[in-house]
């Protein structure tokens, strides 16, 4: 069964999506400090760098983004750009000429011409939406199919594509209007986003609070809606508030009695894994596998629920057995296609470290 817990206090609104009573995603929003990633902004060329095909963006906010393309840039050029990452540290957002537009069932790609399918969709069905989407898809324009497309039909995908070919006349009625530097677009909803990204017709959605229950039901079946009046806090009445706090947590504890240390830099997170406590009932090596299998779980599930992105390094306890090695790899990589981010388990380097890239989409 799948859950979708919102709770709203104040301006701010946090939601948790249960898999069968187990915290799968947590999303929240902060309105001190919005998101980024998928606005589209009418900006101003600042400064160029030709030695790296980039420039420096002025889009209305203290820092310039910066945008990297084969494309020749120019001091005072107006350019259409989508923040693609946001600013980390010292590092401003990133952006990207390649505009996209999520809806429940495609990604519409008013610039690029290109047809793709979720990699989570094989076989004779991923041939079928493949050969679908370039039947539907606008001369010159190109298409993602989303995993939640699975089993769709061609009308369900093009009421999908006129909702997202109507937002892109709207925001390109907007450039031709608006001068620079100008917010075009915002995918700063963050109540949107979770419908779009997360519900499906088997999901029930619990609400704490009675403007978010009335708006989600122009949204979605009020069948699938359920007011929490228990005096409860709504993530403590379902058992998660001791996991979220978690999160913020340096060192974690194994079901065994292992431990996992997260140390994060500009630069990448480095995890660290120990036996800790766990001394095991098998041998030595059955005891390191076993440790290490756990801490794998759990450092993809935190990744997931962290939103940690860019390189990822993680020492795992070493293992004599290159059976073990390849028992733990294989065990990341099947684990790793739970994100709906895209998530690389690159390899084992020779020092035994493992290393992980993620795309992140939030802070």
Not at 121 to 147: C, F, M, N, W, Y
Not at 184 to 196: G, Q, V
Not at 207 to 230: C, T, Y
Not at 305 to 328: E, K, P, Q, T, Y
Request: with cysteine; aromatic share 6%; charged share 25%.
């Amino acid at each position: 069964m799948k859950r979708i817990l919102i709770s709203q206090r104040g301006g701010d609104l946090s939601a948790a999506v249960l898999i069968n009573g187990e915290l799968d995603a947590f999303y929240s929003s902060n309105n001190n400090s919005p998101r980024l990633v998928g606005n589209i902004y009418k900006g101003r060329v600042q400064n160029c760098l030709p030695g790296m095909n980039a420039a420096f963006v002025d889009i209305g906010r203290d820092k310039n983004v910066f945008l990297q393309s084969n494309q020749n840039f120019r001091v005072g050029q107006d350019v259409l750009i989508q923040i693609e990452k946001e600013p980390v540290g010292s590092k401003g957002a990133r952006a990207t000429l390649n505009i996209s537009l999520a809806g429940h069932f495609l990604i519409f790609l008013p610039t690029l011409n290109y047809v793709g399918v979720s990699g989570k969709i094989q076989g004779s069905e991923r041939d079928r939406l493949h050969a679908l989407a370039k039947k539907i898809r606008p001369k010159e324009a190109g298409l993602i199919v989303r995993t939640a497309a699975a089993a769709c039909d061609e009308q369900t995908l093009l009421g999908d594509l006129d909702k997202l070919t109507a937002i892109w006349s709207r925001i390109v009625e907007r450039n031709a209007k608006r001068k620079p530097p100008a917010l075009l677009y915002s995918d700063n909803d963050l109540l949107d986003m979770i419908i779009r990204d997360e519900f499906s017709p088997d999901a029930q959605i619990i609400v704490d609070n009675i403007n978010l229950q009335r708006r989600l039901g122009e949204l979605v079946p009020a069948d699938n809606i359920s007011f929490h009046d228990d005096s409860a806090q709504i993530f403590d009445a379902f058992g998660i508030a001791d996991e979220l706090k978690k999160l913020n947590q340096r060192e974690l504890t194994l079901p065994g009695g292992g431990q996992i240390v997260f140390d994060k830099t500009e630069a990448l997170t480095a995890v660290d894994v120990n036996t800790g406590k766990f001394i095991g009932r098998d041998n030595f090596d059955e005891t390191i596998l076993k440790t290490n299998l756990e801490a794998a779980a759990l450092i993809l599930k935190q990744i997931r629920l962290r939103d940690l992105g860019g390189i990822i390094i993680v020492d795992f306890i070493d293992m004599n057995s290159d059976a073990h090695n390849r028992r733990l790899m294989n065990f990341l990589r099947q684990n790793a296609l739970r994100d709906r981010n895209k998530t690389k388990i690159v390899d084992m380097t020779p020092l035994g470290l493992v290393e992980i890239t993620r795309h992140r989409s939030r802070k």
